[in-house]
């Protein structure tokens, strides 16, 4: 008993401690994204016109479509932190991996999206972009890079979820310990807030 | 025992399943507002509509609402940067 109550005591656990490293890690993550943010927006200051014509070649719907997916995704994560935290182990892990399938859909459209406009010719380098005003190039460019780096952040999410699942099913995140579920929810979430900001300046300034 | 503090006040379903129809409505309104021309206060609207967005992500999905003040303050700060970063940015190339 009293051995018992010693391990227990010396097991080290700080949760507020772990979700503030998360949080720091994100704030670089705004950095990261926010350096392109500024990229875009001191180009597009230049290139108005361009990068309005350029935008009419994207695709609002599947945009849409994506915008509403994601932000489903990020429902059912933050759902299944509420499961876990009421103890339904497998509500829980019905959510994550709701949210992965959701993960994955988003990638299938963007792939979609991508092969469109590579059999339009459109693709960094390509002669047909290379032909367009510079600023319609550094719309492409732009918008490759973006919604790439996103999109490798969708990729990593979704592993990252994958991997809290497996975790949720061994017992390792419970009703009592679940803050590792908890960051990978604050990544999901930022890679959704990302979206939201993406969403209006590449596929709606038409 | 001393129990994290925040935990004792999770959200329920409910909340999120409130907020995702605002986030869905928002969408929305930002897509049909992009139909219409306001000049230069268009991509003002849209980027005004995707900052209460980010907003409600921000309190409810990922908690900050009932994290400790100390959450709150970093973000804060982070922001108060980034913000500055942009400000000067476009203080220089606009009177180029």
Request: with cysteine.
């Amino acid at each position: 008993m009293n051995t018992e109550e010693h391990t227990v005591s010396h097991v080290h656990r700080d949760d507020i401690g772990s979700r503030m490293g998360m949080w720091l890690f994100l704030f670089t993550e705004l950095l990261l994204f926010g350096g392109m943010f500024f990229l875009y927006s001191v180009y597009r200051f230049i290139n108005t016109e361009a990068f309005h014509i350029a935008a009419k070649e994207l695709n609002t719907l599947i945009g849409c479509f994506n915008t509403a997916i994601l932000l489903t995704s990020s429902l059912t994560m933050a759902l299944s932190i509420t499961a876990i935290q009421k103890d339904k182990k497998g509500l829980s892990i019905f959510f994550q991996l709701l949210t992965i399938l959701m993960a994955f859909g988003f990638l299938v459209n963007k792939y979609f999206e991508w092969t469109t406009k590579f059999h339009h010719g459109i693709y960094p380098g390509s002669d047909t972009l290379l032909s367009m005003d510079s600023g319609e190039i550094l719309f492409f460019g732009l918008y490759y890079v973006m919604t790439g780096l996103h999109g490798l952040h969708v990729i990593i999410g979704a592993v990252l979820i994958g991997i809290m699942t497996r975790l949720t099913a061994k017992g390792v995140i419970t009703k009592d310990s679940f803050v590792k579920l908890e960051s990978a929810g604050l990544y999901w979430h930022l890679v959704d807030i990302i979206w939201i900001f993406l969403f209006p300046l590449f596929y709606l300034i038409t | 025992m001393h129990k994290d503090e925040t935990h004792q006040h999770m959200h329920g379903y409910g909340i999120y399943i409130l907020v995702w129809f605002g986030l869905l409505t928002l969408t929305g309104v930002t897509v049909a507002v992009a139909g219409i021309n306001f000049g230069a206060l268009t991509i003002a609207t849209a980027l005004f509509i995707a900052a209460v967005k980010s907003y409600l992500v921000l309190t409810i999905f990922m908690h900050l609402r009932i994290e400790q003040k100390a959450f709150k303050i970093f973000l804060l700060v982070a922001l108060f940067f980034f913000v500055i970063s942009i400000v000067l940015l476009f203080a220089d190339y606009s009177f180029r």
